[in-house]
């Protein structure tokens, strides 16, 4: 959210230098009350449907923006403007010019970090004591280094500050809308993943659309303050529900500290180094990077690695959203046809008895005694717009019967593609002069095709239930056209032979 939120300041400050923080905040009022519609309009369990590879790639992208960017306070410098691709072009100046100091300061705190014993997270947090110690050094022991001024934070005003309100113009409306729908849905998905990880810690089920409402709320009232956007924080999370917090009582603690920190103890943090606070970044960066994912992706397919790695990319060098979007949308193309080839394995057409489909010994018996005069038609599975194809194929394989019976009983959902393949086969039939009969369609596979207009070209009595009825009954029908009772013939009509 904080990358999100540096971009989106620094691209309206570059574009009206005198509202450019007033539009910033202005986005962040508005992705709230996205974020609030998205609970009112029940989206929150939507979000969270990600595939585990595009996460990985959207959080493994965002820790190695994260790095890049503490380079250069790491070593003293200040972050040249472009980015990622900023810092590496610029990377042999900011080594060459180092303040050795204000590394070694960092440096310090990257070993307080990855060398703090586990077993004394639980009381204080690593973070807290390489703060504490970073900035004790540079007070006291560096008091005096009169070779570069270290930089630090500096002062912050105590108090609350000023409302800001909305301010925008029509030039820059679509560049605010935008942004701030970026925002609501990167800060909606950061959110609900941190309570997925949370429900799995605390064997509890989180409200999604509830969350999503309180968190728009937040920060619908933080941009009114000036403040930046927030989510779900998820070490933050994790390190509360260790410590014992199970209720809203620890976050409202934590706030209430913070308010403290703003209200009376701000003085106290303008001397923090900025070293310090990006040794404590990179080690963040380091920590959402998923390694363990990573050096595995390979081995469960090169297609998962290969969207793992594009996401990768695109949201380090490219935009978080356009990683995030791209990343979805090949995940779910090459779902679906996995889905697709699994489905069309379950569309049959069949005219006499053999293991394709699992029939009782009495339905074999109508389906042999038919004489491949009657076609069954058996679908199941979910009927997605890819197997629509198939029931085609399937359908057109055969070309010689008199009856088509369309098996559904085991069709939970039909999709309006597969639907409409499946009214082309009945049309056909019809045209034909075949008889067609429709059985164990549910409730909402009927209502599909009611909507369609099927039920009106198929007689209300070929409609029905049991597939064993169906069959005899399409067994009759193909008897009857292939053995057609004689005509009546008068008596006076027919030639005697004396």
């Known amino acids: 959210m904080t990358v999100i939120v540096t971009a989106v300041i620094a691209t309206t400050t570059a574009s009206d230098p005198e509202n450019g923080l007033a539009m910033a905040f202005t986005v962040v009022m508005l992705a709230g009350v996205f974020q609030i519609g998205f609970g009112l309009l029940k989206l929150g369990r939507y979000i969270t449907m990600l595939p585990y590879n595009v996460i990985s790639g959207f959080m493994t992208g965002i820790g190695v923006i994260l790095i890049f960017l503490q380079i250069a306070p790491f070593l003293g410098q200040e972050t040249p403007a472009g980015g990622v691709l900023g810092v590496i072009r610029n990377l042999p100046n900011l080594v060459a010019n180092a303040s050795p100091w204000e590394t070694a300061l960092g440096l310090l705190t990257l070993a307080i970090l990855f060398l703090y014993p586990s077993s004394l997270k639980k009381v204080v947090p690593p973070q807290l004591i390489a703060l504490l110690v970073g900035t004790l050094v540079s007070l006291t022991l560096l008091s005096n280094v009169d070779i570069r001024t270290i930089a630090t934070i500096g002062e912050i005003t105590p108090g609350l500050p000023q409302p800001q309100m909305p301010t925008f113009t029509t030039d820059n409306l679509q560049l605010i809308f935008v942004n701030a729908m ?207 194809k198939a029931i085609s194929r399937e359908h057109n394989a055969i070309a010689n019967y008199d009856v088509l019976i369309v098996d559904l009983s085991e069709v939970p959902v039909l999709g309006v593609t597969s639907a409409l393949a499946i009214e082309n086969a009945i049309e056909e039939a019809i045209d034909a002069g075949r008889e067609v009969m429709v059985i164990g369609a549910n409730k909402k596979v009927k209502s599909r095709l009611e909507k369609l207009g099927i039920t009106g070209i198929i007689p209300e009595d070929h409609w029905m239930d049991d597939r064993l009825l169906a069959l005899k009954k399409g067994l009759a029908i193909s008897q009857q056209k292939s053995f057609p009772a004689p005509n009546h013939v008068a008596p006076w009509d027919l030639e005697v032979e004396v």
């Open 182 to 388: 970026v925002l609501a849905m990167v800060g909606s998905i950061d959110c609900l993943l941190t309570c997925l990880v949370s429900d799995s810690l605390t064997r509890t089920e989180h409200k999604s659309n509830k969350e999503l409402i309180g968190q728009g709320v937040a920060n619908l009232i933080t941009g009114l303050f000036g403040g930046i956007a927030g989510s779900g924080a998820t070490t933050a999370t994790v390190v509360n529900i260790q410590a014992g917090g199970r209720t809203a009582l620890s976050g409202i603690s934590r706030a209430f500290i913070l308010l403290v920190v703003v209200l009376w103890a701000a003085p106290l943090t303008s001397g923090i180094p900025l070293a310090v606070l990006a040794g404590i970044v990179l080690k963040v960066g380091v920590n959402i990077i998923d390694w363990g994912f990573l050096k595995r992706a390979h081995k469960i397919s090169w297609k998962a690695a290969g969207i793992v790695y594009s996401v990768v990319l695109l949201t380090v060098f490219v935009d978080l959203m356009v990683a995030v979007a791209v990343g979805v949308f090949i995940a779910n193309i090459l779902t679906i046809a996995r889905l697709d080839e699994l489905q069309s394995q379950s569309v049959k057409a069949i005219t006499d008895a053999d293991d394709q489909i699992v029939l009782t010994p009495e339905e074999k018996e109508a389906l042999d005694a038919a004489n491949g005069r009657v076609l069954l038609f058996h679908l199941s599975g979910p009927m997605i717009f890819g197997v629509a």
